[in-house]
């Protein structure tokens, strides 16, 4: 099953490919089809709750490499939200992009291959398949954010991103390496139930979360990333790749959960972003920032939750991931159609929009409400279980995730507050929003997307029919949760009271003061500070290349040769000279000191002439030496090649000067030693070599196979042509490839264009 | 093997390497002939002793020089003697479109580089 | 290339060639046997191709279609097998009597070989058209255009 849906999409990604040549609309609406396909298959086998079913293919067996999935409960819940948002994103995006647009495949291709790359990451059961698909996803992001090619500032913004999810890739790659090293395998399964993670790999890991889910130090790539068409900014930058940390957190949580290192790194981060993303978003003015950095406050919440590890907090975890997905891709769509249709996204220039764009403000304020934990919507059921499974802590792991979950809680009313109120001010000139034309395309998701946050508060049974098992599937403990309409007059209750009264005071206070200036545009340290670490780095690479890729040939080819010398110099120990004997007969001596002096004139020969009859010497020499080791063939061809390639040589460059050029001087002690040293070292290796015989060879099976089923006296040529047969098919390959290379030059030369 | 022909493979890599870092196409595929050489006489040489021509009507087991090492040379030949042509060619490309056989250094590598 | 006028040239490769060409057939066939072979026996053509181009006498201007033939072959005698559901590449050895060569025994080695000898003479024609000297080709300005 799990291979038809990877099939599906390769054909999705096809058929986009063939309908982008004519309109970049078509091409979404056919990418849309594969994802929608995926989304009711993860819905029915979860609602179905069949065994989980998976499909594993192998790679390199010797390396343990294998692409594993394996769709259980959690799996598939990320399936629904990937696939889901995703059909509905690819809907969107094809009323985002103008009707006019000229065809286009590169971004219908390259978005629903991120959904491929995020469907793998979610559905991998090992390791090395989780890193894979990881990577894929920093890929395709790159691709996306850097959409605009004629966009500096979308170009930095990606190369941001790559820059830092790539460096966490890389601590990936280690922190797994540690782990299956440790653990022995490399399923998730097995790892999760180990206890044996040591601080090292906790600390690997969370790097690595932290750059993908944009977690303090290295967040400041995700609000660059708004740079982004905003489909993609809805998607993969709030809905589901910076869920990538989250989820590996989650998947991987089970080994950790007696680390120290883990929990208290963890929980410190997750709980100054939420704080940190929390304030800023609260300072912004660009709707799109003010959900960057929300959603940055968000992802800190989670990291903060499974952090702590807790069953109850695991499960409050999920069903924030679950809410987060639908509010936060709501209010991204509802900004990317504001965007499109009044031509900014500045607070400032927004207030009356509920007036002109009625439809649109009410799916605001239906997923505002949501993301600041209001009921009736499933945002307030999420955030109920987050404040209760902080409330189950004790002591001061307690009192820092009070801190966080409470503080971030209490910033996000304030900013939605504060977002909300600015967009139905009524405007102090009488200035009315001019906003175009309704686009269905593009609402309609976005209704779907914020209802579904209502429908879900309305239908919780069925939410906690999937939110539950996916999170039992983590943590065995998570079993007895669910998510609860109305608790009741609990503590929890009174917290998240005292939580909107003072998030939705401050946002007031906010919004009445609005005077931007007072507040101005906050610049992060951090961003500055891996800014200038991306450009140093980048810095570094162009001079590493300027040095190794200098584009002289001479310089390359003297590398590759002190290479050989190297290479070589292991085998020198194992010369021994005593087994060395002078010549089989003295005139293999002679004609092996012939070589020798026919090369060294080939040094020192001035004419082009000269130097094609040193080349002919060697070669008579060569076929004298072949025909003393019992190589009649050889000699021959050697012979007739020599003959060719000397004429060749004089036809060929006969039309040059007589002398060759003179040999700058500059390279040519280095030239000689390496020269020198090369020869010692080849000459070393064949002597080691010799040393140790290997022992005779099958003379008379060779003989017999010859005669009898190769059907031939000449036995090397029964080898080229029966034994070695595909060889032989290779090589005259060559030779056509050489000859049609010669005739292609040789006709570019002759066309008559060229003198101009 | 023979010190004779470990003098020869030994010259014949010294001089190919030494040539093939010249600035002279021509040279280069001087140099790369006479490695060509090298090679296909240490595969020969590491086959073993000098023996009688692998004919199989001819000889018997215990004089014959082993054919396996011997096949393999010969596709080195063809395949050497190929590319030798091939270097030919652009040789005479190179001349036509600079007047001499010079390689220059790669102009794009040096532009990346910037 | 270096077109020799000398008659004496003239007349020696023009009676060399049909004495080189039987060489060339001969090594083609002994190549089972005796040393010699498909690519052997191509050289020895082509040396001929060379000769008769340095003294000026005709020879064969495409290479392209020597190529073209000679891979067909190879690749037609490479794959037939697979239609009789042998593997790539499997020998067929039949026997023959044919007069003034005697009995011989070969295989279907030799067609492949066919093919080669003529890849080889393609190579060595399109290096002969490839190499020689723009001045004599007409619409060739020659060197001078060099920058």
New interface residues.
């Given amino acids: 099953m799990i291979e038809l849906v990877f099939a599906i999409h390769v054909v999705g990604l096809v058929g986009a490919a063939i309908a982008g040549r004519r309109s970049i609309q078509g091409a979404l609406r056919v990418a849309a089809i594969a994802p929608a396909a995926t989304t009711i298959w993860a819905a029915e086998s979860l609602l179905s709750g069949r065994e989980p079913v998976s499909a594993s293919m192998t790679w390199v067996e010797q390396l343990d490499l294998e692409l594993i999935f394996l769709a259980d409960s959690f799996a598939l819940m990320m399936t629904l939200l990937v696939s889901g948002i995703g059909a509905l994103v690819f809907v969107y995006a094809s009323g985002y992009f103008a009707v006019d647009a000229r065809g286009s495949i590169r971004f219908p291709v390259t978005l629903l291959g991120f959904s491929v790359s995020m469907l793998g990451l979610v559905l991998a059961e090992s390791v090395w398949t989780v890193f894979i698909f990881w990577e894929f996803t920093s890929i395709t992001s790159f691709l996306l954010v850097g959409h605009k090619l004629s966009d500096p500032s979308a170009q930095q913004a990606a190369w941001r991103a790559l820059m830092i999810t790539g460096a966490g890739g890389l601590s990936l790659l280690a922190g797994l390496l540690v782990l299956t090293d440790d653990v022995g395998s490399v399923l998730l399964a097995d790892i999760a139930g180990s206890q044996t993670a040591s601080p090292l790999a906790a600390v690997l890991v969370l790097i690595a979360v932290g750059t993908k889910s944009a977690q303090l130090p290295f967040h400041s790539w995700l609000p660059g990333a708004m740079a982004a068409p905003t489909p993609v900014s809805a998607y993969l930058h709030s809905a589901t790749m910076v869920k990538a940390g989250v989820v590996v957190m989650a998947v991987l949580g089970g080994a950790f959960v007696d680390s120290q290192t883990w929990q208290w790194l963890g929980l410190i981060v997750g709980a100054a972003t939420t704080l940190w993303g929390g304030f800023v978003a609260l300072r912004q003015r660009d709707l799109k920032l003010i959900l960057a950095y929300g959603t940055i406050s968000q992802l800190g919440l989670l990291v903060t939750l499974l952090a702590v590890g807790t069953s109850k907090a695991v499960f409050a975890a999920l069903s924030i991931v679950v809410a987060h997905a639908l509010f936060k891709s709501a209010l991204f769509l509802v900004v990317g159609e504001i965007d499109i249709r009044t031509g900014t996204r500045n607070l400032d220039e927004l207030a009356g929009l509920h007036r002109s764009m009625p439809v649109a403000f009410v799916v605001a304020v239906l997923a505002g409400v949501s993301m600041a934990g209001i009921p009736p919507l499933l945002g307030f059921a999420a955030k109920e279980a987050a404040v209760e499974a902080v409330l189950k802590l004790s002591g001061i792991e307690q009192v820092v995730a009070f801190i966080g979950i409470v503080g971030g809680s209490v910033l996000t009313v304030a900013y939605t507050f504060r977002m909300l109120a600015g967009l139905s001010r009524s405007p102090e000139d009488g200035r009315t929003i001019t906003a175009l034309a309704f686009r269905p395309a593009m609402a309609i998701p976005s209704i779907i997307v914020a209802g579904l946050g209502l429908v879900g508060f309305v239908l919780l049974g069925t939410i906690n029919g999937i939110v539950t098992p996916a999170a039992t599937e983590l943590n065995a403990g998570s079993a007895v949760y669910e998510l609860l309409r109305w608790p009741g007059a609990t503590t929890a209750l009174m917290v998240s009271a005292a939580v909107v009264l003072v998030g939705s005071t401050i946002g007031a206070a906010i919004h009445r003061s609005e005077t931007a200036t007072v507040l101005g545009e906050p610049e992060p340290v951090a961003a500055r500070v891996s800014d200038a670490s991306i450009d140093g780095v980048l810095r570094l690479s162009r001079r590493v290349t300027a040095r190794v890729q200098h584009g002289s040939l001479p310089v390359y080819l003297l590398t590759m040769s002190a290479t050989v010398v190297i290479a070589a110099a292991a085998f020198l120990p194992a010369v021994s000279v005593t087994h060395l004997e002078w010549a089989e007969t003295p005139v293999q001596l002679v004609l092996g000191l012939a070589i020798a002096a026919a090369a060294a004139a080939g040094v020192q020969v001035r004419t082009r002439l000269g130097a094609a009859l040193t080349l002919g010497a060697v070669g008579v020499a060569m076929s004298g030496l072949f025909i003393l080791q019992g190589a009649p063939d050889l000699a021959l061809t050697q012979l007739l090649v020599e003959t060719i390639v000397v004429v060749g040589f004089v036809t060929g460059l006969g039309h040059l000067a007589r002398t060759f050029p003179p040999v700058t001087q500059g390279w040519l002690s280095v030239r000689l030693g390496v020269a020198v040293m090369c020869g010692l070292g080849v000459v070393g290796a064949l002597a080691a070599s010799s040393a140790q015989p290997s022992g005779s060879f099958p003379a008379a099976d060779l003989l017999r196979e010859s005669v009898e089923t190769g059907g031939g006296n000449n036995i090397v040529n029964v080898i080229l042509t029966d034994m070695r047969a595909l060889d032989t098919l290779g090589e005259v390959v060559v030779l056509a490839v050489v000859a049609v290379g010669v005739i292609a030059l040789a006709r570019t030369s002759r066309s008559p264009g060229r003198a101009q | 093997m023979t010190i004779g022909l470990l003098i020869a493979v030994g010259a014949l890599t010294s001089v190919g390497v030494f040539l093939i870092t010249a600035r002279s196409l021509s040279r280069i595929i001087l140099g790369f002939a006479l490695l060509g050489h090298a090679v296909v006489l240490a595969l020969v040489a590491a086959g073993g002793e000098a023996g009688e021509p692998p004919l199989a009507n001819r000889v018997s087991a215990e004089t014959i020089a082993n054919p396996v090492p011997q096949a393999l040379a010969l596709t080195a030949i063809v395949i050497s003697f190929g590319l030798t042509l091939f270097l030919l060619a652009l040789a005479r490309r190179q001349q036509e479109l600079t007047g001499d056989d010079l390689v220059e250094d790669d102009l794009e590598d040096l532009r990346v580089a910037q | ?2 077109r020799s006028q000398s008659p004496i040239v003239h007349i020696s490769v023009r009676a060399a060639t049909p004495l080189a060409a039987v060489a060339g057939i001969y ?1 083609f066939f002994a ?7 498909g ?2 026996a191509g ?2 053509l ?2 001929v191709v ?1 000769l008769r181009s340095v003294a000026g006498l005709r020879t064969p201007d495409d ?2 279609v020597l ?1 073209a033939t ?2 067909a072959i ?1 690749v037609a005698v ?1 794959a037939a097998p697979l239609v009789w559901g042998d593997l ?2 499997d ?1 067929k ?1 039949v026997s023959l009597e044919l007069p003034l060569f005697g009995k011989i ?3 279907s ?1 030799l067609l ?2 066919a ?2 000898v003529a ?2 003479i ?3 024609v ?10 004599f ?1 007409p ?3 020659g ?1 001078e ?3």
Avoid: R, W
């Fill in positions: 290339m270096i090594l190549g089972h046997n005796q040393p010699g072979g690519f052997a050289l020895v082509g040396a060379i290479a392209t190529v000679g891979m190879i490479a790539l590449l020998q050895v025994k070969s295989g080695a492949f070989d093919g080669v890849v080889v393609g190579l060595i399109s290096l002969l058209n490839g190499l020689a000297p723009a001045e080709s619409e060739s300005p060197d255009t060099s920058t």
